[in-house]
């Protein structure tokens, strides 16, 4: 077994779909419950059903994590459907609103800012706001962020040179979750909190445009080709791997890791 998870209980935000749904499966495959939180409803029941398919408990909850009070509903909800929480996935993130290019160069750079920030940082923050009084009266509790290498500067997946290699606002707020995920980790150490971030490195989801579940689509084709450039191992990473990542890190094979944030990039980022 890959990390024990068996009487764990987690919610999974943004797990309707991509790599929140490889969470989802690995750590029900490793044993736990889970809730699966999605603003998709119809996504996060179809994944709470492959949960229950491989012999766990799965709830689907539908969640905004803009909203306070639908997060705080959705732990609530999530708490009392399995009698406690021990994980937080906070997963959910967007690269940047829709029809938007992302440049902060542009007209509407204030509104995909705002955007982007609200769901990729302010909601890691909600949610983990919404579970930290549960963790701290059982004295335990694993928080893993999904934060990306993109926090960390230019990720150049293409010419190096202009902006292509620097999403912004998408970099930024990436480095708040880094960032975030360390002050966390130092607040919450003296309760058996252990809180970190995963930052994966190319996976072919919806958050490229992609239809995931098309791989004959030429778009993958190319991004196929340009991780062969890019990427030291030479491919994209799988949300199937990332679960895994992440299971580790909810285990207690990993109760002396807080505050870290790892990357799951076939070497496209060494830090
Ligand atoms: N795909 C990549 O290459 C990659 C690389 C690094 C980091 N990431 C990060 O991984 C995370 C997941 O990305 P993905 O590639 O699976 O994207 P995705 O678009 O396939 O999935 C994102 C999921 O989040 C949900 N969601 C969006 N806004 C929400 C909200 N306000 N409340 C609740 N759910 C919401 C969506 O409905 C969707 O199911 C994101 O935080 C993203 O920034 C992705």
Redesign the pocket.
């Known amino acids: 077994m890959l990390a024990d998870l068996s009487g764990k209980t987690a919610i999974v935000?943004?797990?309707?779909?991509?790599?929140?749904?490889?969470i989802a499966l690995v750590l029900a495959e490793q044993g736990a419950d889970v809730a699966v939180?999605?603003?998709?409803d119809e996504?996060?029941v179809s994944v709470a059903e492959e949960v229950q398919a491989l012999g766990r408990r799965g709830i689907s909850i539908q969640?905004?994590?803009?909203?306070n009070d639908?997060v705080k509903r959705g732990v609530a909800e999530s708490i009392s459907g399995f009698g406690h929480l021990d994980i937080l996935i906070?997963?959910?993130?967007?690269?940047r609103l829709t029809g938007s290019s992302g440049s902060s160069l542009e007209d509407d750079w204030e509104e995909n800012w705002s955007a982007v920030m609200?769901?990729?940082v302010q909601?890691v923050m909600r949610c983990a706001k919404a579970v930290l009084g549960h963790f701290i009266d059982r004295n335990y509790g694993k928080i893993i962020n999904?934060?990306?290498?993109?926090g960390r500067g230019p990720i150049w997946w293409g010419p190096a040179k202009g902006p292509e290699g620097m999403a912004n606002p998408?970099g930024p707020?990436?480095a708040a979750?880094i960032n975030y995920t360390q002050y966390l980790a130092a607040s919450v150490a003296e309760y058996n909190i252990n809180v970190n971030a995963?930052?994966?490195?190319?996976?072919?989801?919806?958050?490229?445009g992609?239809d995931?579940s098309n791989l004959s689509d030429p778009a993958h084709d190319a991004f196929m080709e340009k991780s062969k450039d890019v990427i030291p191992l030479g491919r994209?990473?799988t949300?199937e791997e990332?679960g895994k990542l992440v299971a580790f890190l909810s285990s207690d094979d990993a109760s002396s890791i807080t505050g870290q944030s790892i990357h799951i990039?076939g070497g496209q980022r060494m830090a």
Do not use: L, M
Not at 14 to 19: E, T
Not at 63 to 67: C, E, G, Y
């Open positions: 935000t943004g797990g309707g779909q991509g790599i929140g749904r490889g939180a999605d603003i998709n996504r996060s969640v905004d994590t803009t909203d639908s906070n997963n959910a993130g967007i690269g609200d769901i990729n909601g999904t934060a990306s290498g993109a998408y707020s990436k979750v995963i930052c994966p490195g190319q996976v072919w989801t919806a958050f490229h992609a995931p994209e990473q949300p990332i990039d």
